[in-house]
Each structure stands twice: as structure tokens, then as C-alpha cells.
């Protein structure tokens, strides 16, 4: 029984030094001086295809190649956008590069740049 729960006991702080390190990574951490890192400065750029858009609601569906930050693959997907006046001028087939983060456990769009 000891066993069993030193082997817990384990696992769990593994996951959590894992999952500590990855949000660190993905821009939510701090540097080596220790200083709060920007966290849209951190995130990479994604290509995404405007499929729909609905501004009153906030959202925007998009085709989208590797959310690296997300761990997510390529897909199509309604996300919420952080500032519903960067939906403005976007039309159905627009091009755009897009950053999404993770906020308040939905996945958001905190970045939007029409492509030409």
C-alpha cells in the first residue's frame, strides 16, 4: 500500500512539473531573469480560411493548419475572439494569420491579421 502511494504521489508531481513546463513554454511563464513573459509576443502565428463570421457573438470559424501553442492540429473550428472589432471586414474565404490563447479555459483568438 505504501508502495502504491509513493507511486501516486510520483506520477503526480511528473504531471504537474509536465504541465508546468508546457505553459512556460507556450508564453505563460517568465524568462530567465524572471520577468513576466508577453505572452502574444511568445505565441506563434497560425494561416487560418475565415469560414464564417459572427460578430455579434464574438466568434469566428476558421480553417487552420498547427496551433503549436494549443497542441492542436489542423482542423476547422469556432473559437471566440477577444476583440470583436477585429472581426471587422473579415468576409467568408479571407485569409488571415491568428494567435489564440487560452482564456478562461476557452480557446480565444487574441490575434487577427487580414492577409492580402
Known amino acids: 500500500m505504501k ?7 510520483a506520477t503526480l508531481g511528473f504531471a504537474l512539473f509536465a ?6 513554454q507556450a508564453g505563460g511563464g517568465q524568462d530567465e531573469g524572471g520577468k513576466k ?3 502574444a509576443k511568445a505565441t506563434k502565428l497560425t494561416d487560418g480560411e475565415v469560414k464564417d463570421v459572427d460578430a455579434k457573438a464574438g466568434h469566428v470559424t476558421l480553417k487552420h493548419g498547427t496551433i ?6 489542423p482542423m476547422t473550428m469556432t ?3 477577444k476583440e470583436k472589432s477585429a472581426l471587422s471586414g473579415l468576409t467568408k474565404g479571407s485569409k488571415v494569420k ?8 476557452v480557446p480565444t483568438v487574441t490575434t487577427l491579421i487580414p492577409q492580402k
Open 68 to 73: 503549436e501553442n494549443m497542441n492542436m492540429g
Open 79 to 81: 473559437f471566440a475572439v
Open 3 to 9: 508502495n502504491q502511494v509513493s507511486k501516486a504521489v
Open 37 to 39: 513573459m508577453d505572452t
Open 98 to 105: 491568428f494567435a489564440v490563447e487560452n482564456m478562461d479555459n
Open 19 to 24: 504541465m508546468s513546463t508546457n505553459a512556460q
